[in-house]
């Protein structure tokens, strides 16, 4: 290295990862590298000692790992500036932006595009994203947590960027965003719900974007290895989540005894199934009852969270759909207008939207009890799980049997796989409240803070400024709401009391 700064900054970082490799082979233990009998501390037990070293080493690792990070991308940012104002004037922009990506994958021996994209993210930490890179220089954050910071925040303006990275990374913002903060969740599940921000706050409406989105709906088909090949569908998300959850139902219900078939294997072979049997009667001339240019209403179980307002036409607040995040106002009135079966009344708290807690006082729990949870969790609650809430299991943080009661404050629901991690191993889930779902404790006693549904207060229509909003006119003068029979559940979310919402919806029955 031409620096001899740097040079023996990375020294002093090779000689720490020897010394932390020490410890990982236990030859190094106690304090300042102090060993007992066997390279050991004495008075403890190894493996707990060793175990607990391990764990430390894998969480600074992660921090450092960050900090790295952050470094590379401001050297990185700084070089590409540095090249810029050294290049000759002849030089055309695109040369320019050419050279500099070849010296960057060459320094860091990666390909020319994976180096395009991290100067592009490095380029948007540095110059739009300061919380961000911050936040990632200090180690709290992941780059992968950057990286789809720097996603998120692409398509928005400068103000709506801004307050994208303060609603996560400050704590301190109006609004902040609660429960398990950003660096502690996987950046999968960050992804969610920084895109559940960004839908609800984009410049542009959400019912735009999905029109827009609308045009590039498609199939396709990509080959693989081992006679194996990909088939996936860009779809309206309603579709795509009915399809998922109707798949999954099927395969569940395909499950037994004698089904040496797995989850995965069965939806797979259900989907197949119902597409090539449908495609065979179509073959065959039996074309009866089947229009192509009109996509049937899903009939599988759809949860939708429509506030009541968006409902009714009065604004354009979009919905939350279970296990994808907010749709457009007119997606979820299409749902109900096709069709709800049955109507579940969720009132929501006025001031940060969440819903309100419903209890029991028998052990079993009722089907609007169950659905009222996953619109409390929205996924199986242990740290980084994607797994949606039709997987999951309800579950008494506090046995019934010691005295738990069967409320929201005392339930949780994971997937089958981390409910039975629950009862057979010392994993064991922290108390929950009414909007919050349990936390984890390990076996090694650390602590792992809930992923909290990232709800926000419902918006009034300007119009409705007025002491008693069921007074105002123009309201009453909407069309009447929708009747029918699909999906299974629409729930209905308003900042009124129930009374409020029984006159609201009865003045529009």
């Known amino acids: 290295m031409r620096n001899p700064v740097v040079a023996k900054a990375y020294a002093d ?43 430390d080493i894998l969480t600074g690792a992660a921090e450092a790992d960050a900090q790295i990070a952050g470094l590379k991308a401001h050297a990185a940012a700084t070089f590409v500036a540095a090249a810029d104002a050294a290049a000759l004037p002849e030089a055309s922009p695109q040369a320019r ?7 960057v994958a060459c320094a860091l021996t990666i390909g020319g595009r994976a180096a ?39 398509t928005l303006d400068p103000a709506g960027a801004a307050a994208l990275e303060a609603h996560f990374l400050d704590p301190d913002a109006p609004g902040a965003a609660s429960g398990c903060p950003a660096g502690e969740m996987p950046a999968s599940r960050f992804r969610h719900r920084a895109r559940t921000w960004r839908e609800r706050h984009h410049a542009e409406s959400l019912e735009k974007r999905h029109a827009k989105g609308l045009l590039d709906r498609r199939v396709e088909y990509c080959p693989d290895q081992d006679g194996m090949a990909w088939l996936s569908a860009y779809l309206p998300a309603d579709q795509a989540a009915a399809i998922w959850n109707r798949t999954t139902a099927i395969a569940r219900g395909l499950q037994g005894p004698d089904e040496d078939r797995t989850l995965t294997q069965l939806r797979a072979d259900a989907f197949a199934t119902a597409l090539l049997s449908h495609g065979n009667q179509l073959s065959h001339g039996n074309h009866e009852g089947f229009d192509p240019g009109r996509v049937p209403p899903p009939r599988a179980q759809v949860l939708v969270t429509v506030p009541v307002f968006s409902l009714l036409g009065v604004t354009e607040e979009p919905a939350m759909l279970d296990g994808y995040g907010p749709i457009p106002a ?13 109507f579940y009344r969720v009132l929501i708290d006025p001031r940060d939207g ?5 209890g029991r006082t028998s052990y079993r729990l009722t089907k609007a009890m169950r659905n009222w949870l996953r619109l409390r969790d929205g996924k199986c609650s242990f740290p980084g ?50 909007n919050e779902p349990p936390g984890w404790i390990s076996p090694s006693g650390r602590r792992y803070r809930s992923e909290h549904q990232d709800w926000e207060p419902p918006h009034w229509p300007t119009q409705l400024n007025q002491p008693d909003p069921l007074k105002q006119p123009d309201l009453l003068k909407q069309p009447a709401r929708p009747r029918g029979g699909s999906p299974d559940f629409v729930h209905l979310g308003v900042s009124l009391g129930e009374d409020g919402l029984e006159r609201l919806l009865h003045a529009r029955a």
Do not use: Y
């Open 13 to 55: 970082i090779t000689a720490a990862v020897a010394v932390l490799t020490g410890v990982v082979n236990g030859v190094l233990t106690g304090e300042a590298g102090e060993s007992g009998p066997g390279g050991l501390s004495p008075g403890v037990d190894p493996l707990q000692e060793l175990s607990g070293d391990c764990l």
């Open 97 to 103: 932006e050419m050279a500099v990506t070849a010296e």
């Open 385 to 434: 799980c994607n797994n949606q809430s039709l997987d999951n299991e309800a579950d008494h943080l506090l046995a019934w049997a010691q005295g738990g009661t069967t409320g929201i404050s005392n339930l949780g629901q994971a997937c089958p796989a981390h409910h039975k991690l629950r009862h057979t191993t010392p994993w064991t889930p922290t108390p929950a409240t009414q």
């Open 330 to 342: 007119s997606m979820a009135r299409d749902l109900v207008a096709n069709g709800a079966g049955s």
């Open 354 to 358: 969440a819903p309100l807690e419903i």
């Open 116 to 154: 395009g994209s991290f100067l592009a993210v490095s380029h948007a930490l540095t110059t739009a994203l300061p919380l961000t890179l911050a936040a990632l220089q200090a180690g709290t954050i992941s780059w992968q947590h950057a990286r789809v910071m720097a996603d998120e925040a692409a």
